[in-house]
Every structure is written in structure tokens, then in C-alpha cells.
């Protein structure tokens, strides 16, 4: 990376300088509904921050309606793609925003929702490129969330296919690029070496279970972060939650779920 502006966005989505990162999406208030009642918003805001997430992910209205300096060290992500449990194709994403406005409301980075095997693939993955060029244009990374998601995928756990998704967001100029976990989770390892892009593994375990044991199996399989939005926002306490799931995201070299972390190694660059 060779562009100042772009590398120091991209070391600001790693608060601990090491090229691992622990996002929080919150952009679940236009597909499902809203996050936290609105009086508890900073609120749940300071608590991402004090437990130390790297970046949480809102869209650009969302973004607006966070109190100065809430934020602090954590940074943001603007969501451009949208869509609604209520539409005919719940697959379906469109641009709702776009890079210029995200680069006033002073993010750090971009995102956009691309479901590969959907009826309307095509049109997210046009809506990829046109974003992927202007992220270009105004030195912005780019994090693409890519999953196997429509009728035509059988099994949206496959690490062929997955290893297929997160290839296509580095082909079409993403930075980083989130997507769904491998089964069984050690296969997460296949997806992560076939991709040239850190690769941050969505959500939490299927049946709601073990969180830090789920987040440390996917971070030893070679995973370069974690972004979980649900599991964090509707826990009773979010801010010890978080501050669990950072201490995996940025150990040395993983850690067991009954130990403490190693100190993080600090890099000169992000990766």
C-alpha cells in the first residue's frame, strides 16, 4: 500500500496497530429493526469503545447521531448497501449511500453487502465495483461483506465456496473482507490461505453457545479478526463481552478461552 492517506485510515481500523481487528456492526436497524432503544445509544457506544472494539460499522443517518468524542479511538465504518427482512428477495442489497458522504461524516473506512448466489448478485456485485473505484478516488478502504446467501447455494459453510467469496472481494478491490465461518471451523484455515486479504470471520456460533471459545478456534484457524454485532449488542453487559473478544482478536498467537492473553505484538503497519 503505497497511498498515505489509505494506509493511515486502514492503521486507525486496528487500535492496537497490529493488523487484527474486533468490528461491531450495527447496522442490523435497517434490515431487522432497531439496536437499543435511542436513549441507550452513546451508551452502548462508550461501552464498544471502553471494551475496546476496533471499529464499529453504522450507516451514514446512524452515523451522524453519535455524540462528539464518543468514539475516541475506535473508528468508523459506513455502511453503503442496504436491504429489508420485508422485501420480495430478502437477498437483495442496494446502494444507499456513497464514498464521498462517508468521507465527510469523517470515516475510517466503507462497507458494502454483497450475496454471492443471489437473484440479484449481478447488480451487488456492479454496485462492488462502482464502489471499489471511488474508494480508489478518495483513498478509502474497503471492506467487503461477501456470504453465500440465495437459492442457488446448498451449503453457505462450504470452504471451496467461501474460499470462492472472499476472492471475488479481493478481485474486486476490497481491503478486508468479512464472510461467514467455515463448518467445521478449523476448515476456516483453508478459506484464510486461498485469500490475499485479511479475512474477519461474521457472527457468532450457530446454536448461540460458547463465543470465546467460537472466536478463538476461528483466530488460531487464521482468521485476521472477528465482527460481531448481535451477540454484543443485545448482551447484559457489552462492554466485558467485548473487551473478552478483544483480548483473542489481538493475542500473540491466540490464546485458551481459561487464560489470560499475551501481551499484543505491536507492527509498524497495518496489514
Known sequence: MTDLGKSLRMRRLSAVGDGRYLFVPLDHSVSDGPVVPQARWNGLLSALVD??????VVHKGRARAIAPGVLRHCALVVHLSAGTVYQ??????????DVEEAVR???????VHVNLGSDTEHRQLADLGTVAASCDTWNMPLLVMIYPRG?????????????????????LGADLVKTSVALPLHRMAEVVDSCP???????????????????????????????????????????????RLA????????????????PPTIATGAA
Open 51 to 56: 471494551g475496546g472494539a476496533d471499529a464499529v
Open 88 to 97: 420480495a428477495d430478502a437477498d437483495a442489497k442496494v446502494l444507499v449511500g
Open 105 to 111: 461524516l469523517g470515516a475510517d473506512a466503507v462497507s
Open 151 to 171: 437459492p442457488r447455494i446448498a451449503d453457505p459453510h462450504d470452504p471451496a465456496l467461501l474460499a470462492h467469496a472472499v476472492n471475488i472481494a479481493a478481485d
Open 197 to 243: 486479504l485479511p479475512v474477519l470471520a461474521a457472527g457468532g456460533p450457530p446454536d448461540g453457545t460458547d463465543l470465546i471459545g467460537h472466536g478463538t478456534s476461528l483466530m488460531l484457524a487464521g482468521c485476521r479478526g472477528l465482527a460481531v454485532g448481535r451477540r454484543i449488542f443485545s448482551s447484559p453487559s457489552p462492554a466485558s463481552l467485548v473487551k
Open 247 to 262: 483480548a483473542v482478536v489481538h493475542a500473540v498467537d491466540g490464546i485458551d478461552t481459561g487464560t489470560a492473553p499475551h
